[in-house]
């Protein structure tokens, strides 16, 4: 069974940069269908950021293209989640997502929170 720890969130200027990693045990991410970064704001659903799929295919909402980026380093075992440009709208927790098809598992991370300031 894949576990997954997030870290690196923490408070930042509006316009800073914070990298958010995902390190996963007990299962390569090579086994992952999809890896993603999803974030709730306090009253909002949770919402994906940024996804990768098993081919190295990736997918931002339009909210964060651009500004965003995730990426996966195999040997660490770890996703990763660049965040330039950041806006307050953009403080939530943030929860790294694993899902494999076969057989179905999904599995979250406990989340990190991004707070950004003005």
């Known amino acids: 069974q894949v576990q997954l720890v997030e870290s690196g969130g923490g408070l930042v200027q509006a316009g800073g940069s914070l990298r958010l990693s995902c390190a996963a045990s007990?299962?390569?991410?090579?086994?992952?269908?999809?890896m993603a970064w999803y974030r709730q704001a306090p009253g909002k659903q949770r919402d994906a950021v940024a996804t990768?799929?098993?081919?190295?295919?990736?997918y931002y909402p339009d909210s964060v293209k651009g500004r965003f980026t995730i990426s996966r380093d195999t040997a660490k075992n770890t996703v990763y989640l660049q965040m330039n440009s950041l806006e307050r709208d953009d403080t939530a927790v943030y929860y790294c997502?694993?899902?494999?098809?076969?057989?179905?598992?999904?599995?979250w991370g406990q989340g990190t929170l991004v707070t950004v300031s003005s």
């Open positions: 990768i799929s098993r081919s190295g295919r990736t």
């Open positions: 007990g299962r390569s991410i090579e086994s992952s269908d999809v």
């Open positions: 997502y694993h899902r494999q098809i076969l057989p179905f598992i999904e599995v």
